[in-house]
């Protein structure tokens, strides 16, 4: 009788959230920016065209040049190597690009994107800022935009899994030490026109553990693409995956990891390579896009760019800056 209870008890709670599943999925219907409390400056006003192009660039140790305190790596003490020849390509490939928005990877902090943009490249009108940096490290990912930006989701504090790796105490391995280079914001591309933008650089290098380091950020990733799916117009993916074409994580980031969306790879099968710069043998660096924005990008709307020559390209970074356009209405 106490077990027949308690089967008929659970049956009634599966049931229950069967059938609350779609009133959740209903409360994420699409909402305007004035219904959920949210204002645009009052000097701000939408471009009259209707496309969005965005850009995707490692700039390899990009930092400011002074010292942080709380940072302790020989290269931010130091300011790295030519700075200034560095600082003089990157801006001649930014006004190459023209991008409406552009996410950096190994990119000191937004405080100093936002400095650089006022003082080296005023003219392209960049005015909002983002990142959710590292306390203690340089290398983070940052993104300006010439279009507003709404709430952006910073993973610093998650944990997450290394699938398969067991630590030196042989428990299941589990890290956080990079979490802080993904997060997902909104762009607001237009006043009805919510785009959900993910800036990603995840762990690098190609050992086993290397590789379920990013398996486990992208099970995560996935699992909070799919929670802002129900939202916006579209998901975008942006960022140096460390991930080749055909490689397992890169595959179960553009199958949606089982848990998560479906992504369209629109370079997939191009043999486009982006990295080294000088040279390049294999492409880490991509723009992914949801099935929903994969029928607004425009004929060969994702390409890779090297805008000066390679020996230029290889002062300013070590990567080729991705970008993407489409249509907005």
Partial sequence: MRQTFLACCVATLLVGCSAARPALESSQAPRSLADRGIALPADFSYPSHDTVRIATWNVENLVDGLDDPYVSAAWEDSGGRDREAK???????????????????????????????AERFPELGYRYFAGTESSNWYQNVVVMSRLPLGTIRNYANVYTPVPGIRDSAGRPEVQSLINNRMWILELFAREQSTIHLAGLHLKA?????DTAMRSGQVRFLQGELRDVSGSGMGIVVAGDLNATPGSRELDELIAGAGVGVPLVDPLAGSGILTHPAQNPTRQLDHILVDRRLAGRLIPNGVRVVRPLSAELMAVASDHLPVVATMVIR
């Fill in 87 to 117: 600082l003089q390509r990157i801006v001649e490939v930014l006004r190459a690009l023209n991008a409406d928005v552009v996410v950096m990877q190994e990119f000191e902090h937004s405080r100093f994107l936002r400095t650089l943009a």
């Fill in 205 to 209: 290098g190609r050992t086993p553990r």
